[in-house]
């Protein structure tokens, strides 16, 4: 039998699996739908702190799992800062590096110079994927332990 310490621990470590879970499937949204709109990504990460395990692929995304299981984020191209709020300045030195580094047109595929419908919709599907989430598990739940009534 576990002592009171080691139920708090397991009561941990499950609420940090949950958490983690949730905030994959929540930044996926936000990842899926950007990228379907040619957003360029530089880093996907779970949680924050130094990175545990990083692997970037062949489209030079970093998937990055952080030692701190308590969130995480997805970074697109040009975020100048964790926020990801540019100011009028910033958005004009953007465009500038970017069109000189990689010619006139680049800029597109950049979140900040997307329509605002697209980024709306960016924004609002990590939210829409935990609602997608929901349903599911208690669609799962309710076919799996759910109890048949007659009237």
Request: hydrophobic share 55%; glycine share 10%.
């Amino acid at each position: 039998m576990l002592g009171v310490l080691g139920q708090v621990l397991i009561s941990i470590a499950s609420f940090l699996l949950v958490l983690t879970f949730i905030v994959t499937i929540h930044e996926l949204g936000h990842f899926l739908v950007a990228r379907a709109f040619g957003v360029k990504v530089d880093r996907f990460a779970v949680g924050f702190g130094k990175a545990v395990a990083s692997r970037t692929d062949r489209h030079g995304i970093e998937w990055r799992l952080g030692w701190l299981p308590l969130g995480g984020y997805v970074k697109f191209s040009g975020d100048l800062d964790a926020s990801s709020v540019p100011d009028r300045a910033g958005l004009d030195e953007l465009r500038r590096r970017v069109v000189a580094e990689r010619g006139p047109g680049a800029e597109r595929d950049y979140f900040h110079f997307k329509p605002v419908w697209q980024r709306a919709l960016i924004v609002a599907a990590g939210p829409m994927a935990n609602f997608i989430l929901a349903i599911t598990i208690f669609a799962v739940v309710f076919m799996a332990v759910g109890v048949s009534l007659r009237p």
